[in-house]
């Protein structure tokens, strides 16, 4: 009899392990409550970045003239807009499910809650599918990902206050939009609504957007907000909204500063899904926050139970969710008693999407100084690659981390056009452990910004 695994969850997480899992040799069991490829697909990762690519479009019609371009009465068709990318994510689901089912992985409608250690209830998205059924499980994975936080003061109603969720696109664009909170998420849908044409204000809690990255790479993104009028409302702390009898919010923080606009969005973090789970009847433990915590097989405490993505508390990227997952399958299959590596985390690339765009991985100079670790950090900027001048982009720049001793390239950050493919180059040299010089040698294609990369590696 195969190994049966039960994941709770289709989102990058769930459908990478369910695909690794069945390819190995698993029966496999995939419940999700509504949309395979999940929050990533359908709120988080892929709207958000089909929004910002729209954006794009119109940030670069407005540097049309310096590319040699008379264009006139460019302007957003908000219909179109939801439609494009209502289409990019159903076309995505559709082609996971449709992999998922020729690898044989069985995918049931509905939500799934653990019974006991090895059974899983699910009742079922339809009404008229019957009654709840409950499978008999060998292995368990838990990988039902995040929702956005929501303070009790917000009082989110969709349409002037907003949760990331409520965006893709709004009814109508904001014309003043008042974003709470700077991290990843914060900082994109500031880039987003600016170029979408928004007058948009940044609350700010630190003195410093990004809190969480490289100070130089920060400084390089808020110089890009100020100079296309994006406010910085630092040190502020938004405790209230109060919303307008003539329409709009005024944002209310802390130390009694208010902040008015059309709209608010909130952006501050996400919270796990892990309650009604039936965690607690199977004996798997939750932190406060509400996490399960795993070990570098993503097992929870109840060694076959295993969480993996937002859930597990790690890093909550979708790359880093699919990443686990297929660790998770392997386990399984106990493949981890051969050639398999852990998960290192720190050497997960990430990026933000905003303009300039911004990558990084593996250590970041701050964190070496932190540390106390001796480092060779080389700088490079845009400025000086050709096609950065073809391209009519020269901002950011290239930094590259290596131990002076070995030449091993340990990190790097990349601010500028396309930084989250380019930081790829720098990707592979930290986790096959290559020198500087793999990079210096290696004859890369000109006119490219990739020659940034050999050049901070000289
Ligand atoms: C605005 C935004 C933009 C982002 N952009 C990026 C990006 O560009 N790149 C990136 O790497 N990361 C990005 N992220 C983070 C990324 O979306 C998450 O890390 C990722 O979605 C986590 O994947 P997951 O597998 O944990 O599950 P999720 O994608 O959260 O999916 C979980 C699934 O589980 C289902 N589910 C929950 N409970 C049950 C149940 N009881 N029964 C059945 N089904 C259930 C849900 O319906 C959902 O489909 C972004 C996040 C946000 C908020």
């Known amino acids: 009899m195969p190994v049966h695994l039960v994941i709770i969850g289709g989102g990058p997480g769930g459908v990478e392990a369910a695909a690794t899992a069945s390819r190995l040799g698993a029966e496999v069991t995939l419940v999700e409550r509504d949309v395979i490829g999940g929050a990533a697909n ?54 996971n499910e449709r992999q998922l089912e020729s690898q044989g992985v069985r995918i049931v409608r509905g939500t799934g809650r653990l019974m006991g250690s090895h059974q899983v209830e699910i009742v079922p998205s339809d009404p008229q599918a019957g009654p709840p059924e409950v499978l008999d499980a060998d292995a368990v ?28 696109p709004p009814a109508e ?32 809690s630190r003195q410093q957007v990004l809190p969480m990255k490289d ?47 059309s709209h608010m969005l909130l952006a501050i973090g996400s919270i796990p899904s892990s309650a009604r789970l039936g965690l607690d009847r199977a004996g798997v433990e939750v932190n406060g926050a509400g996490y399960v915590p795993v070990n570098h097989h993503c097992q929870s405490n ?38 398999h590596r852990h998960l290192d985390y720190d050497k997960a690339a990430s990026a933000i999407f905003t303009e300039p765009e911004i990558a990084d991985v593996g250590l970041a100079e701050a964190e070496a100084f932190a540390l106390g670790r001796k480092i060779r950090v080389t700088k490079v900027p845009f400025a000086l690659s050709a096609k950065a001048m073809i391209d009519g982009d020269p901002r950011g720049f290239v930094k590259l981390i290596s131990d002076p001793a070995t030449g091993i390239v340990l990190g790097g950050s990349i601010v500028g056009a396309h930084a989250a493919e380019l930081i790829s180059v720098i990707g ?31």
């Open 42 to 95: 359908l709120w988080d990762c892929i709207p958000s970045k089909a929004m910002i690519a729209t954006g794009g479009a119109m940030a670069l019609s407005r540097r049309a003239a310096a590319l040699g371009l008379a264009l006139e009465g460019v302007r957003i068709d908000l219909n179109a807009l939801r439609e494009r990318v209502r289409d990019i994510s159903s076309r995505l689901a559709a082609s």
């Open 141 to 168: 994975l838990v990988a039902t990902g995040s929702r956005p936080r929501v303070p009790e003061w917000a009082n989110v109603d969709g349409t002037t206050v907003l949760t990331t969720r409520d965006a893709y």
């Open 173 to 204: 664009i904001p014309e003043d939009l008042v974003v709470v909170g700077s991290g990843v998420t914060g900082v994109e849908f500031v880039h987003m609504f600016r170029s979408l044409g928004s007058r948009v204000s940044l609350i700010v």
């Open 215 to 261: 100070p130089e790479v920060a400084a390089a993104l808020e110089a890009d907000f100020l100079e296309t009028g994006v406010r910085l409302v630092k040190g502020a702390r938004a405790v209230a909204v109060e919303r307008q009898e003539e329409g709009g919010v005024v944002v209310v923080c802390e130390d009694g500063r208010k902040v008015a606009g």
């Open 302 to 339: 109840v060694p076959h139970i295993y969480a993996a993505g937002d859930v597990s508390g790690r890093l909550q990227l979708a790359s880093v969710a699919a990443a686990q997952g297929r660790k998770v399958a392997e386990h399984v299959m106990g493949l981890h008693t051969r050639e």
């Open 428 to 458: 592979l040299a930290v986790s096959a452990r290559l020198k500087v010089d793999a990079i210096a040698e290696t004859v890369l294609v000109h006119p490219a910004l990739a020659e940034v990369l050999a050049a901070a590696a000289e």
